[in-house]
């Protein structure tokens, strides 16, 4: 009995904790997660495709970056790592924007009854449980919604504001 228990509780410990993160992202960058919303609901396959591009030509520059510091000397090593590690702290603030405004959508369209913070929670909880989907959520929904999530930020960034 243990042996589920342990793990149901976990998946619901980052379910509750993934749903109070991204309503902090919501809260925080409010006018970013709601431009990333709109252009997410206009042009997904566009965003997909802006999203694949930068995160195979940034994911590449910072694992090579990673894998010649590991090679490297002491010093080499640090300079090598910083800009890695900038690089990967960009994407993950990218994906994370993105997913706020995605969960907005998704609660927008299966919660609209429910008042916005509690939809977000419930939004939050069913993109959650969907990408926990063994292989399907895996290799297909995350990563598709992770792309399409980076690309709309990426295209908000340039976009002009209307």
Same mark, same amino acid.
């Given at each position: 009995m243990t042996d589920i228990l342990r793990p149901l509780?976990?998946?619901?410990?980052?379910?509750? +904790? =993934?749903?109070?993160?991204? =309503?902090?992202?919501?809260?925080?960058?409010?006018?970013?997660v709601e431009k990333t919303q709109h252009i997410i609901g206009q042009m997904p396959w566009r965003a997909f495709g802006v999203g694949l591009v930068n995160f195979l030509f940034f994911g590449v520059i910072a694992i090579a970056?990673?894998?010649?510091?590991?090679?490297a000397g002491g010093?080499?090593?640090?300079? =090598?790592?910083?800009?890695a590690l900038l690089i990967t702290v960009m994407l993950?603030?990218?994906? +994370?924007?993105? =997913?706020?405004g995605t969960v907005n959508i998704f609660s927008e369209k299966i919660f609209p009854d429910i008042n916005n913070w509690k939809r977000?929670?419930?939004? +939050?909880?069913?993109?959650?449980l969907?990408?926990?989907?063994?292989?399907?959520?895996?290799?297909?929904?995350f990563p598709y919604l992770g792309l399409v999530s980076i690309g709309a930020v990426i295209l908000g960034l340039f976009q002009r504001n209307s």
């Open positions: 509780l976990i998946i619901i410990f980052l379910t509750i +904790s =993934l749903a109070a993160y991204f =309503l902090v992202i919501n809260t925080l960058f409010t006018s970013r970056l990673f894998a010649i510091a590991e090679n010093l080499i090593r640090g300079i =090598l790592t910083i800009p993950a603030a990218l994906l +994370s924007i993105g =997913l706020a977000n929670i419930w939004g +939050s909880a069913v993109l959650c969907a990408c926990a989907l063994p292989f399907m959520g895996w290799f297909l929904l």
